[in-house]
């Protein structure tokens, strides 16, 4: 969907509500007779075929065109004489025109597209200008097509030269050739042939850079930037008169007098005489002048759209213009589009070409022909590089592979699978900083060592000088908790005499039990720190898998980036397309000059119509569906002549309401 073919697709609406007025006096019979004809079965059938609705395509091809005009049979030489009566001519004016609303559509798709790329053109020819660096670049770049248009010059002259200085001596060797040998004669020729054609090729080079004073004046870097100028020049002109020629189709070409409704509301009241028909030869001829002048850069905008209305006025062929009758009209109209669609829209495609190739910016070829043929001697050097360094390579390339695949299962596949045997309990992921019975195990030591130390030293342990079976159940229930008061006593007692409790006494039993003790309290704070670890298992397994997966997650990133997954870089790149094109569009508007009934210029109008088209389809990949149909009401409002004022609130309106997506 494009602005052309919603233009295509108003006029085709409008043609289809043209009123036949004239079978109101049909009786039945005769008009039930005429629908039942063969030729307006024909007729009915090509105007569906060149109806904008009748397929997925508003604009047809230019061939299809042409095939359907071609079976109507309003080209043959008889086609003048085909129509039997009025309901049949009726339909060949609408078979016209529609035909003429297809051509329409193609020419201003051809406009659009030779404008748009002009844009890119202007911009390389401005950043050769921008600097003397891009210049001097731009200056190697085409050297080689200076040096063999130069050569080309120069052995033409030295050519005709040569041919002229041979037919004067033609009769003078002659008479010479008698008195030589044959062989002799031969040989002397061919050096004379040869020194003379050197001494003129040495006068012509002398001669042209006589005559060539510029270049001795300027240096090549200043003839360059002379010739990217006069190159610009041209492109700006022949931008503004196809934006020209543009605006003055859409403003002036198929205007019905309709407001251009669909709701079937048209106030498009059609008078006896068909005024409608006059519009269609109108606008074949406003084609046709668009077409021919177009191209014709050595005139001002204004000069063109005067000779275009000039040339429209003084058409022979319009009926205002010729007397034929009325019934012929249709085949001279239908001839006419033939030859705009054979004749004239090729050799407008083709000058166009032309142009843009002589004043554009130049070929890959030429641009990229230093680099690649750097590239090409140095390739046997680089060939030979990798093929020294075989083994080398190869070894890299394998411990990339295997660093890979370590990273891979070491910091990715371990610790998932850590994690997954934490979430389902898996005895053997525990987190443990101690064995798992090392503090019963020295606990249970302990409780014996200090119920041993009670039962052989009563008398320390209890004060007494035996002990019960209850206060040994009471001494093991205490050392559980901790309390270890009988080793503690006897352990004070011999500190009063160290020497006589070392040697005799009990201070080396009670302080290795005091050691087991210490050994007993730092399993239990270790057993605690252990528990700790236990609780948090999970996210420590998290966080020994976090690196790994960022590290993954990232590269896969930049792997899809790189290999063409841009879609987001690419949607920020047409955002920011965006963004130029409304400035655009608001540079236009502001910098129009506008009629006395505040409207733009052809130009501005046609130039305007380009940046909403690039506009509109850029955005149809960012607009949502829900709101493009809002989008596109508003690209109309903009792009249609409603006053300057009107346009700029549009302009305003997309900006603020669609800045989410456009930028």
């Known amino acids: 969907m494009s602005l052309v073919a919603d233009q295509v697709r108003r006029l085709d609406a409008q043609l289809d509500r043209i009123p036949f007025g004239h079978l109101t006096s049909y009786d039945a019979k005769q008009a039930s007779k005429d629908l039942e004809s063969p030729r307006v079965k024909e007729l009915l059938r090509i105007i569906k075929s060149l109806s904008a609705a009748s397929g997925s395509q508003s604009v047809l091809p230019a061939w299809q065109i042409k095939s359907l005009l071609s079976q109507s049979n309003l080209l043959s030489e008889h086609g003048d004489e085909i129509s039997a009566n009025q309901y049949e001519a009726d339909l060949e004016w609408i078979l016209i025109s529609k035909a003429t609303v297809q051509t329409y559509g193609i020419i201003l798709d051809t406009l659009l597209d030779q404008i748009i790329p002009l844009s890119d053109h202007i911009w390389y020819w401005d950043d050769v200008l921008s600097s003397p660096t891009y210049t001097s670049f731009y200056m190697v770049q085409t050297s080689p097509i200076r040096l063999w248009a130069w050569s080309k010059e120069v052995y033409a002259d030295s050519k005709t030269k040569f041919q002229q200085l041979t037919s004067r001596g033609a009769s003078a060797a002659g008479a010479e050739a008698e008195a030589v040998s044959n062989a002799e004669s031969i040989q002397a020729g061919i050096a004379q042939r040869w020194s003379q ?3 003129i090729v040495r006068e012509t080079i002398r001669e042209r850079s006589l005559a060539n004073v510029q270049r001795k004046i300027m240096s090549p870097v200043a003839l360059c930037r002379s010739e ?3 190159k610009q020049a041209k492109l700006k ?33 059609l008078s006896a005489n068909q005024e409608w028909k006059g519009v269609v030869e109108r606008s074949v001829a406003l084609m046709d002048m668009v077409l021919k002048d177009v191209l014709t850069l050595n005139v001002g905008v204004a000069d063109f759209e005067d000779r275009v209305f000039a040339g429209v006025e003084e058409d022979p062929e319009l009926s205002i213009q010729a007397e034929e ?28 070409e032309k142009l843009v190739t002589e004043n554009g910016r130049p070929s890959r070829l030429v641009r990229y022909w230093l680099p690649a043929t750097a590239l090409l001697l140095s390739s046997t050097t680089i060939l030979r590089i990798f093929v020294n360094r ?16 370590d990273f891979w299962f070491n910091w990715v596949i371990d610790p998932v699978r850590k994690v997954i045997g934490t979430i389902r309990h898996d005895s053997n992921s525990e987190i443990a900083i101690m064995s798992r019975d090392s503090l019963q195990a020295d606990r249970e030591s302990l409780e014996r060592m200090v119920v041993d130390f009670a039962l052989d030293k009563p008398s320390v342990a209890t004060g007494a000088s035996s002990i019960s079976e209850s206060q040994v159940a009471e001494i093991r229930a205490k050392v559980r908790e901790g309390d270890v008061t009988p080793i503690l006593r006897a352990y ?25 003790k210490t050994k007993v309290d730092i399993e239990v704070a270790m057993s605690g720190i252990d528990s700790l670890l236990k609780s948090q298992e999970l996210v420590f397994g998290f966080v020994g898998l976090t690196p790994g997966i960022l590290v993954s997650v990232g590269f896969m990133q930049y792997l899809r980036g790189v290999l063409g997954g841009r879609r987001g870089f690419r949607e920020t790149r047409k955002a920011g397309k965006c963004v130029r094109v409304l400035r655009n569009i608001d540079r236009i508007l502001s910098e129009a000059t506008p009629s006395p009934n505040n409207l733009l210029s052809y130009k501005d109008h046609g130039l305007l119509v380009c940046e909403v088209h690039v506009l509109r389809r850029l955005a149809l990949s960012l607009i949502p569906a829900d709101i493009l149909k809002d989008f596109l009401e508003d690209l109309d409002d903009l792009a249609n002549l409603k006053g300057i004022q009107s346009q700029l609130r549009a302009l305003d309106r997309i900006r603020w309401a669609y800045s989410k997506w456009l930028r």
């Open 197 to 199: 054609f050197y001494g």
């Open 228 to 230: 990217a100028r006069r």
């Open 237 to 269: 002109r022949l931008r503004e008169m196809t934006s020209s020629g543009l605006g003055v189709l859409i403003d002036e070409g198929l205007v019905f007098g309709g407001n251009g409704s669909d709701d079937g509301k048209s106030d498009m009241i």
């Open 325 to 352: 009758d009325e019934i012929t009209r249709p085949a001279i109209v239908a001839r006419r589009l033939q030859d705009l669609l054979e004749t004239h829209l090729p050799d407008h495609l083709h000058a166009a």
């Open 390 to 405: 075989k083994q080398e390579l190869i070894q890299w390339i394998r411990d990339l592979g295997v660093t890979v695949r």
């Open 492 to 516: 004070e007692k011999d500190l009063r005499s160290p020497f006589i409790g070392t040697v005799r006494g009990d201070l080396v039993r009670t302080l290795l039990i005091q050691v087991q």
